[in-house]
C-alpha cells in the first residue's frame, strides 16, 4: 500500500488530524503556495460539541459529521488520504500511516485527545466513553436496547440496572450528556414507552470535586446544579469511582450502583505520536508548544488545538483550556505563520499566538 501522492516543486504540509483546528487550518491553506495533505483516520469531519444529541437520540450522525472530500472539493494542491497517523521520525521528516510513509516539510499535529481511563484497565473496558460520533451512536444503542429489555425482563432487579444510568465525571460533557437524557426521561420516554414506569429510570452524575464545571464560574456551575436537580438528576460530590464488576459501579467509600449503562466523561489525555519523546510532553500528555505552535527541538514540526500546551500567553500560563476556539484560532495564526515561514521570512515575521475568548 502507498499513500501515492506525487511531490512537486511545492514544500508540502503534512496535517495529522481533521477536527476543528486540522480542518481551519487546511483551509486557510488553500492557495498558499503549499501542496497540503490532510490525514484523518475517519473519512469525515466530525462537530464534538453536539455528540451528547447523538447520544441521547435528539439528532441524528449525518447532522454533525461531514466527508472530508465533499469539504475540499476542486481543491488545487490539496489531498486528503483516509489513514491513521502512527508514528514519526523527525530526523528524516517521515511520517509513517496505516498506508504507508510521507516525507513532509512542515508537519502540524492536530491529532486531539482521548479519553483518559487513568491507567484504569477496568473501567476502561466496561465504560462507554464519549468523545467520538461512534462511541455516542453507541450509547444511543446501548440505552435504546436496555430500554426495550427492561419492559420484558424477569426481575425487578435486572429492570433497575437496566434503567439506572451513571455518569462518571461532572465538566461540560457530563453536565450535557445528563441534561440530555433528562430531558428524553421528560419529554419522549412517557411517549415512546407508554407501558414503562419511567419513575425507574435514575440519571447519576458523580463528580470527585466539589461543584460542576470546575473550569467555569461559580455562577455557571450553580446554575448547572440547580438546572439538573429540577430535572431530577441525583447529583453527586467528591464521590472517587473506582470500579465497575457485576453490573455494579464501585466507589472508592464502598458505595456502588447497580446499573448496565456507565458512562465515564471524566477526563482526557491527548493524543500521542510515537517517534517524538516523553519530553516533548507536559500536562495531559500534550506536546508543548512555543508561541508560534512549533514543537522546540523539532524542525519543522508544529502542534495545535487539545494535542498542543502553550505556555507562553500571559493570561494562560497553565496553557489554554481544550475547547473548540482554541483549535480554531491558533489554526489560523499557524496558517498566516507557515505563509511567512515558506516565504522565507524570520521569526520576527511570525505573530505570536494569543487566545480570544469569545466567552
Ligand atoms: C463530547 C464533546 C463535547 C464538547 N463540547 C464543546 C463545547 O461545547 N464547546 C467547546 O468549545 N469545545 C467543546 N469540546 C471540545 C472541542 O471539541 C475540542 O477542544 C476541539 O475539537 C479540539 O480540536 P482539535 O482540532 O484539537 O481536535 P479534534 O477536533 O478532536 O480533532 C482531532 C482529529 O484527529 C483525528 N485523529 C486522531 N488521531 C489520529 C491519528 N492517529 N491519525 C489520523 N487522525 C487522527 C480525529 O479523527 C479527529 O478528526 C467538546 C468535546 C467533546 C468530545
Known amino acids: 500500500m502507498s499513500i501515492n501522492i506525487q511531490r512537486n516543486q511545492k514544500k508540502r504540509v503534512v496535517i495529522v488530524g481533521g477536527g476543528l483546528g486540522g480542518l481551519r487550518l487546511a483551509e486557510d491553506l488553500y492557495g498558499s503556495g503549499m501542496q497540503v495533505v490532510l490525514i484523518d483516520k475517519n473519512n469525515f469531519h466530525q462537530f464534538p460539541p453536539l455528540i451528547y444529541q447523538i447520544a441521547s437520540a435528539g439528532i441524528d450522525p449525518s447532522s454533525i459529521s461531514f466527508p472530508f472530500r465533499q469539504i475540499f472539493r476542486k481543491r488545487k494542491?490539496?489531498?486528503?488520504?483516509?489513514?491513521?497517523?502512527?508514528?514519526?521520525?523527525?530526523?528524516?521528516?517521515?511520517?509513517?500511516?496505516?498506508?504507508?510513509?510521507?516525507?513532509?516539510?512542515?508537519?502540524?499535529?492536530?491529532?486531539?485527545?482521548?479519553?483518559?481511563?487513568?491507567?484504569?484497565?477496568?473501567?476502561?473496558?466496561?465504560?462507554?466513553?464519549?468523545?467520538?460520533?461512534?462511541?455516542?451512536?453507541?450509547?444511543?444503542?446501548?440505552?435504546?436496547?436496555?430500554?426495550?429489555?427492561?419492559?420484558?425482563?424477569?426481575?425487578?432487579?435486572?429492570?433497575?440496572?437496566?434503567l439506572n444510568i451513571v455518569i462518571v465525571g461532572g465538566g461540560a460533557t457530563g453536565v450535557e450528556i445528563a441534561g440530555a437524557l433528562s430531558e428524553m426521561k421528560r419529554?419522549?420516554?412517557?411517549?415512546?414507552?407508554?407501558?414503562?414506569?419511567?419513575?425507574?429510570?435514575?440519571?447519576?452524575?458523580i463528580e470527585a470535586g466539589d461543584r460542576l464545571l470546575a473550569g467555569m464560574s461559580q455562577d455557571s456551575s450553580r446554575k448547572a446544579y440547580d438546572f439538573l436537580k429540577s430535572m431530577g438528576v441525583d447529583v453527586?460530590?467528591?464521590?472517587?469511582?473506582?470500579?465497575?464488576?457485576?453490573?455494579?459501579?464501585?466507589?472508592?467509600?464502598?458505595?456502588?450502583?447497580?446499573?448496565?449503562?456507565?458512562?465515564?466523561?471524566?477526563?482526557?489525555?491527548?493524543?500521542?505520536?510515537?517517534?517524538?519523546?516523553?519530553d516533548h510532553q507536559g500536562r495531559g500528555f500534550r506536546f508543548k508548544v512555543d508561541q508560534f505552535n512549533r514543537i522546540p527541538g523539532l524542525d519543522g514540526v508544529f502542534a495545535i488545538g487539545d494535542q498542543c500546551l502553550q505556555t507562553t500567553d500571559a493570561a494562560y500560563p497553565n496553557g489554554h483550556p481544550q475547547v473548540a476556539q482554541v483549535a480554531i484560532q491558533q489554526a489560523k495564526n499557524l496558517a498566516k505563520n507557515l505563509k511567512r515561514i515558506n516565504e522565507g521570512q524570520d521569526d520576527s515575521a511570525l505573530t505570536a499566538f494569543k487566545y480570544n475568548n469569545l466567552g
Not at 419529554?187 to 414507552?193: A, E, F, K, L, W
Not at 470500579?243 to 493524543?271: C, Q
Open 77 to 162: 494542491d490539496f489531498y486528503f488520504r483516509m489513514a491513521e497517523a502512527r508514528m514519526v521520525d523527525t530526523e528524516k521528516k517521515i511520517l509513517q500511516t496505516s498506508i504507508g510513509k510521507i516525507d513532509y516539510d512542515y508537519l502540524v499535529l492536530a491529532a486531539g485527545a482521548t479519553t483518559n481511563f487513568f491507567g484504569n484497565k477496568n473501567i476502561e473496558e466496561w465504560a462507554i466513553p464519549m468523545k467520538t460520533v461512534p462511541e455516542a451512536m453507541g450509547l444511543r444503542n446501548a440505552l435504546l436496547s436496555n430500554f426495550e429489555r427492561a419492559l420484558t425482563c424477569a426481575t425487578e432487579e435486572e429492570r433497575q440496572e437496566l
Open 187 to 205: 419529554y419522549v420516554i412517557p411517549y415512546d414507552y407508554p407501558d414503562m414506569d419511567f419513575s425507574l429510570m435514575h440519571i447519576y452524575l
Open 236 to 278: 453527586q460530590f467528591g464521590k472517587m469511582v473506582t470500579d465497575y464488576r457485576d453490573h455494579k459501579v464501585i466507589m472508592k467509600d464502598g458505595t456502588e450502583i447497580p446499573t448496565r449503562t456507565f458512562l465515564w466523561v471524566s477526563g482526557i489525555r491527548a493524543n500521542a505520536m510515537p517517534g517524538i519523546s516523553d
